[in-house]
């Protein structure tokens, strides 16, 4: 059964407690990192939740689920896209996201650009990039990410914000502070370079945020430590 409001109120309470916590280790102003809820294999009513606590967004990581679930709820929120993104489904993402946070190719870019434009917008997006080198991860190589932040900003109907990665699964939790520290060190040199802010660095989750804050993270996407786990344990 998922979880009643006031339970959705709790958690998010904690959550954000966490994340001021984190942000006053790291001397950073709580008002720099973004809180975007990850309603993934949750009813349509967690975005209703997420919209009445005053959370400005969520994520969806499979296109028609987001737009399935947007389409049975009025909830005033901003839906992304945080999962993979395959080609055929790039122009539904497009009409139907606010932000899509999974670009990882040209390929793609081309592909949301036009149809961005078919639908008369400018999509927000984000590049992801693969800062763990995580054979189990989408998202560009670090050394391909130049070329893709070139034909992202080329692009009329995209608007690049920023950049988004996943920590690879690990039991040292060194290894997600590097991959973090890892992506904000290649935002810094690409804004440097190419004069575009690239204000966005959307990394860290349910288990990681402490640490991906403290490398500098402007919007954490936490899933579980909001709704509780997406499957009944086993
Ligand atoms: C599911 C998901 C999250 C949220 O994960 P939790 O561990 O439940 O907080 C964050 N980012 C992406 C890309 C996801 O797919």
Redesign the pocket.
């Known amino acids: 059964m998922f979880i009643t409001y006031e339970e959705f109120c709790r958690r998010a309470d904690v959550v954000r407690a966490d994340i001021a916590a984190a942000c006053g280790a790291a001397d950073r102003d709580p008002q720099e990192v973004g809180l ?1 809820a ?1 309603t ?2 949750h009813p349509a009513a967690a975005a209703e939740y997420a919209a009445r606590y005053g959370l400005p967004a969520v ?1 969806e ?1 499979r296109v028609q689920e987001g737009v399935d679930k947007r389409a049975q709820t009025t909830a005033e929120v901003r839906w992304e896209l ?2 993979h993104l395959q080609s055929n489904k790039a122009k539904l993402a497009a009409a139907h996201f606010d932000r899509v ?2 670009v990882d190719s040209e390929k793609l870019l081309l592909l949301l650009d036009r149809s961005a434009g078919e639908v008369g917008k400018i999509l927000p997006v984000l590049l992801q990039i693969n800062a763990g080198r995580d054979p189990a991860k989408f998202g560009a190589e670090l050394e391909d990410a130049p070329r893709l932040l070139d034909a992202a900003l080329a692009r009329s109907h995209l608007r690049v914000e920023g950049l ?1 990665t ?1 920590a690879p699964l690990s039991d040292d939790s060194t290894v997600a502070t590097r991959t973090f520290t890892t992506l904000r060190e290649l935002r810094d040199r690409l804004a440097g370079e190419t004069g575009a802010p690239l204000r966005e660095l ?1 990394m ?6 402490a640490a991906a804050i403290a490398a500098g993270s402007t919007l ?8 509780g ?2 499957e009944p344990a086993a």
């Open positions: 975007l990850v993934k294999n994520g990581n945080i999962g946070q999974s988004m996943i959307s860290g989750m349910s288990g990681d945020f954490v996407r936490v899933g579980t430590a909001l709704y786990a997406r």
